[in-house]
Nanobody
Framework: QVQLAESGGGLVQAGGSLRLSCAAS????????MGWFRQAPGKEREFVAT????????YYADSVKGRFTISRDYAKNTVYLQMNNLKPEDTAVYYC?????????????????WGQGTQVTVSS
């Protein structure tokens, strides 16, 4: 089992920045990748970004490319999501997830472990 704990959400004005963190614990050696998803009210959960855990290679959804950066600290078992130039449409609950599957994976059902989520609200 892998346990994930997110932090760093909050309220920010449009154009602002936030950094989310996700600390992994447990059987982290089984992870091949970690990712971020988000879910807005009334919408399905959508892929945001993922990173190959050992190689550190990122992959992004088109909607956040150029604004968000995913990174990881291998020694700390922590993945980050730096979000810049935030827009009101980025408002959602953001979830950290870990997968044992082949990388990159952008579908939520292929992720094995999930955090509890953290709220990000962007005001206009």
């Amino acid at each position: 089992q892998v346990q994930l704990a997110e932090s760093g959400g909050g309220l920010v004005q449009a154009g602002g920045s936030l950094r989310l963190s996700c600390a992994a614990s447990g059987r982290t050696f089984s992870m091949s990748g970690m990712g971020w998803f988000r879910q807005a009210p009334g919408k399905e959960r959508e892929f945001v970004a993922t990173i190959w855990w050992s190689g550190g290679i990122p992959y992004y959804a088109d909607s956040v490319k150029g604004r968000f950066t995913i990174s990881r600290d291998y020694a700390k078992n922590t993945v980050y999501l730096q979000m810049n130039n935030l827009k009101p449409e980025d408002t959602a609950v953001y979830y950290c997830a870990a997968t044992r599957g082949s990388w990159p994976i952008t579908t939520s059902y292929e992720y094995d472990y999930w955090g509890q989520g953290t709220q990000v609200t962007v005001s206009s």
